[in-house]
């Protein structure tokens, strides 16, 4: 009374295998899915910052041309981040009568009310991230520039530099915004 036979023993030795191998395979798959997905959870995060420093880039400059009285003088060669901790008394709420325009006219409420509005935008949009505004980027051309850098970058080194390629791109975590402002006399 043979329970199996050898044929039938071989038959179910190899099912087990194939079965394995199938589970190792699959298990392949899923790390290497899951890297993928690990790989561009990073890059659209990294995107989103960019986005973010360009907007705050973008709004430092209108900012500076909204106040054209205190460029260079309240801008140029200035840091902003958004660990710093300004505090201005707005010329907006001393001077402004109910349902009135602004009383804002000196130069320097403005820049420093600029200052503290900055911060408390990168404060919500961008980790430890720093404004340098340079009054002068491409020599005596009259070209100024908004270098925004954010988490662990490095604060010492100039984002208006060019670059090499696209892997020393991902490896710095700033932006150079360019432009031209005039001083109003």
Known sequence: MPA???????TLGSTLVEVLVALVVLGIGVIGFSAIQLQSAA???????RTQAVAVAQDVIERIRANPR???????SKEWQGSDTVVVKSCVA????TGLASGCDQVNDIAEFDHFEVSQQLRVSLPKAT??????????GGVSCIDVTWGEADTDVRCS????GIDEVMDRRCVSVNFI?????
């Not at 199996?4 to 071989?10: A, C, H, I, N, R």
């Not at 890059?43 to 910052?49: P, T």
């Not at 404004?131 to 005596?140: K, M, P, T």
């Not at 530099?161 to 090499?164: E, L, T």
């Open 4 to 10: 199996f036979s050898s044929g039938k023993g071989l």
């Open 161 to 164: 530099v060019a670059w090499g």
């Open 70 to 76: 205190g460029w260079p003088s309240h801008y140029a």
């Open 43 to 49: 890059v659209v995060n990294d995107a989103y910052y």
């Open 131 to 140: 404004v340098s505004i340079h009054g002068s980027c491409a020599g005596d």
């Open 181 to 185: 402002a005039y001083r109003q006399q």
């Open 94 to 97: 001393s001077t402004l009568p």
